[in-house]
């Protein structure tokens, strides 16, 4: 299933999980995607990025662990994946990757991390 990218790319209501700083760092996932959008051309933007999202994965993972959740082996691979392909970009980053990182982000939180409300 596909959903609709926002435009301009950034976090709404739509994409609340409803914990706190999980909602916050996905915040900050469309905030480093929409700055590599805006500046391609621009490696510390890109390190940002690729930081953010380690960043949080490790910290989505651990309340998942915490919680012995369910679908934390799967979440963690599709992470390290998506990890794996944006830490192959180099700048300029071009539009197909902007485009892929966006749809994955949109994508992964409605379609996957919906899964885990109310449960870590």
């Excluded at 706190?20 to 995607?33: A, Y």
């Excluded at 309340?63 to 794996?84: L, P, Q, R, S, W």
């Amino acid at each position: 299933m596909s959903f609709e990218i926002p435009e301009p790319y950034c976090w709404d209501e739509s994409f609340r999980v409803f914990y706190e700083n999980l909602d916050e760092q996905h915040k900050g996932l469309f905030k480093g995607i929409f700055d590599v959008a805006g500046d391609p051309g621009n490696a510390g933007k890109l390190k940002h990025l690729v930081d953010v999202v380690k960043a949080h994965f490790k910290s989505e993972e651990g309340m998942m662990e915490a919680k012995n959740y369910e679908g934390t082996a799967d979440h963690k691979v599709i992470h390290a994946d998506f990890v794996k392909e944006i830490s192959k970009l180099s700048i300029p980053v071009g539009a197909a990757s902007i485009k892929f990182a966006k749809e994955w982000l949109v994508n992964h939180i409605k379609g996957i991390d919906f899964k885990y409300k109310g449960k870590l």
